[in-house]
């Protein structure tokens, strides 16, 4: 039941009943009205703009994480570009440079993507540049690391027939040091032992008793092993590859056959005087396409630098050869 209100007449020295107008009452119940609305718009605004609701929360704490791991992305990618520049530099300054082949240029390590904009879905959001220049840094990264990864197989494919290629060339002395009676004569002009006029002497002729060990001096394939060349009698000769061949001559007896594969140190025949001989000794040649150079360079397998000195001297030495 609504309260009933009096007010004091001081004219009839009574109390008098209040009566409030329809009019009165429709103006405060409007006023009453406009301010709640007002109050309620404001307290909304205020509410979205300073209050967030649990699914505004939880996505900004999304965002939070995602823009977290993006940069902790960036800092790994960092730590993949230092290594992989470590790697890039070996790569040009030994790898490539010891088996003679041509660094890779800069630019096309760290070449970018031309073209359309790879990167426009990314745009538009709070984050974008961020996102794009992740995004970007991981494809250019991605792309050094096949670079790297191509030049790496192609270091290995070299080194491989680097392998080869040091297997292959005739790098020991053939004749035993042990087995040796001298070093009866070397690469250059020397006597004929039997014409006795000065000529060039295109190999190496070692001194050894008959029936003395020949090892391969380098990996090839045995190409002759027969008497047919004049002057040599039994010999041998071996393909090694790459432009080198080595002569094995005045032998004995064989311990190989034509077209047999063998490699450096295997014991090919034996020494003899057969041939234009004037004692048991092999004379050994090596050929470079097709040319004889003096084998004189190819002992740095099995030689000591105190050895090499000495062969060195007794080679040079204008003296009589035995073939």
Known sequence: MAKVKYYYDSETLSYRKITRKKRTTFKYATVFFVAAA???????????????????RQLSRELQNAQLQFELLNKRMDGAISALENVEE??????????EANPIPEEQRRAGFGGINR??????????????????????LEKAIVVQSKSLDEIAKLAEDKE?????????????????????????????????????????DFTAPRGTPVYASGNGVVKRADNGSTGYGNHIRIDHGYGYMSLYAHLFKYNVRVNQ?????????????????????LHYEVFKDNARINPINFYYGNLSALEFDKLLKKASLENQSLD
Not at 261 to 281: C, M, N, Q, Y
């Open 164 to 204: 080869k290629f040091l297997e292959s060339i005739p790098a020991i002395q053939p004749v035993s040091n042990l087995n040796l009676t001298r070093m009866a004569s070397g690469y250059g002009y020397r006597t004929d032992p039997f014409t006795k006029v000065r000529k060039f002497h295109f190999g190496m």
């Open 90 to 99: 070996r790569d040009n300054a030994i790898y490539r440079l010891y088996f």
């Open 119 to 140: 990167y426009e879905k990314f745009e538009g959001f709070d984050n974008s540049q961020l996102i794009s220049e992740s995004n970007k840094r991981l494809d250019i």
């Open 261 to 281: 594969k063998v490699k450096r140190g295997d014991l090919i025949g034996f020494v003899g005087s057969t041939g234009r001989s004037e004692a048991p000794h």
């Open 38 to 56: 007002l109050f309620g718009f404001l307290s909304f605004f205020i509410a979205s703009q300073y209050i967030k609701s649990p699914k505004e």
